[in-house]
């Protein structure tokens, strides 16, 4: 029995961690995975959370390469314009704890917003009705997030 407890306990310490050989440790972090599809680790959807991510839905300029033609205050009046468009169209959902997207520029990374609602239904319904929605011209992907935690975000001043 004592080395049955001992098992149990020693994979519930390194669940989600790089000890873990079966849970992506990357995805459950972040709700993202540099390796995609392509990862030999199970990435494990929560069934009800407070908090979504919508992958790759804030188009960063400088990330395609339009950062030298741009100015700071272009540049933050345009993510500012999607800030409030992103927070009014969730807001419709229910009261949003925090709202954050992601300026890290790794491709598994690029413009993710994460959204944490003060409810789990309110993420679900969110999730619900949004899925399949098209922003900025490209398909926006909404899943559930069970876990988180400030990221390097997007901030210029």
Same mark, same amino acid.
């Given at each position: 029995?004592?080395?049955?407890? $001992? ?10 961690? &790089? ?16 390796? $995609?599809?392509?990862? &030999? ?25 339009? %950062? ?20 009014? &169209? @969730?807001?419709?959902? %229910?009261?949003?704890?925090? @709202?954050?997207?992601? &300026?890290?520029?790794?491709?598994? *990374? ?16 969110? *999730?619900?009705? @949004? ?12 899943? @559930? ?13």
């Amino acid at each position: 029995q004592a080395t049955m407890e $001992g098992g149990a306990e020693y994979l519930a310490n390194i669940f989600g961690t &790089e000890k873990d050989k079966v849970n992506c440790p990357f995805y459950f972090k972040i709700g993202a995975c540099r390796h $995609g599809d392509k990862c &030999e680790r199970r990435h494990n959807k929560p069934v009800i959370s407070p908090t979504i991510v919508v992958s790759h839905m804030w188009v960063n300029p400088m990330a395609a390469g339009e %950062g030298t033609e741009i100015q700071d205050r272009e540049l933050q009046d345009s993510f500012n314009d999607f800030y409030e468009d992103v927070y009014e &169209e @969730l807001g419709g959902f %229910g009261e949003i704890d925090e @709202l954050n997207v992601c &300026e890290n520029l790794g491709d598994h *990374l690029i413009g993710n917003v994460y959204a944490k609602f003060y409810h789990d239904e309110d993420a679900k319904a969110a *999730l619900n009705k @949004l899925q399949g929605r098209f922003y900025g011209g490209v398909l926006s992907i909404f899943s @559930l997030f069970n876990f988180y935690r400030r990221f390097i975000l997007y901030s210029l001043f």
